[in-house]
């Protein structure tokens, strides 16, 4: 449970565009591992960008040594003379909230080696 807390003053704080960029840059290198039970709770509530055993169809290709044969397209390798897959989208659930703090009171510190800095 999050609880609100909000310091009142006369001036609202800004981050700055080079706090955000700096965040952004800090946010693409973090990996987060997903618990199996989240997972199967809300499995197929979006598409995902990898291929995989889905049930949304994304491509016909060629056949390449390795791939399943239970995607073979008959119809398609019938007209064409060579085998074709069919290529699915995996679905996939997640949700992930990224809530940053950019209060003042991550700024405390000596330089370089402040709260936000090592957050």
């Known amino acids: ?12 704080e800004r981050a700055s565009a080079v706090d955000a960029a700096l965040i952004v840059r800090r946010a693409r290198r973090l990996r987060f ?3 199996p039970e989240a997972v199967a709770l809300l499995a197929g509530a979006y598409h995902g960008a990898r291929p995989g055993l889905g049930l949304t169809f994304a491509e016909l290709r060629a056949y390449e040594p390795g791939d399943d044969v239970r995607h073979l397209d008959w119809n398609v390798t019938a007209r064409q003379g060579r085998p ?3 290529r699915f989208v995996e679905e996939r659930a997640l949700t992930l909230w ?3 703090d950019v209060s003042a009171s991550l700024r405390f510190g000596p330089e370089g ?7």
């Open 98 to 100: 990224l809530i940053v």
């Open 1 to 12: 449970m999050i609880w609100p807390f909000r310091r009142r003053s006369s001036e609202p």
């Open 113 to 119: 080696r402040s709260k936000a800095d090592r957050a």
């Open 33 to 35: 591992r997903v618990r």
């Open 84 to 86: 074709y897959v069919r």
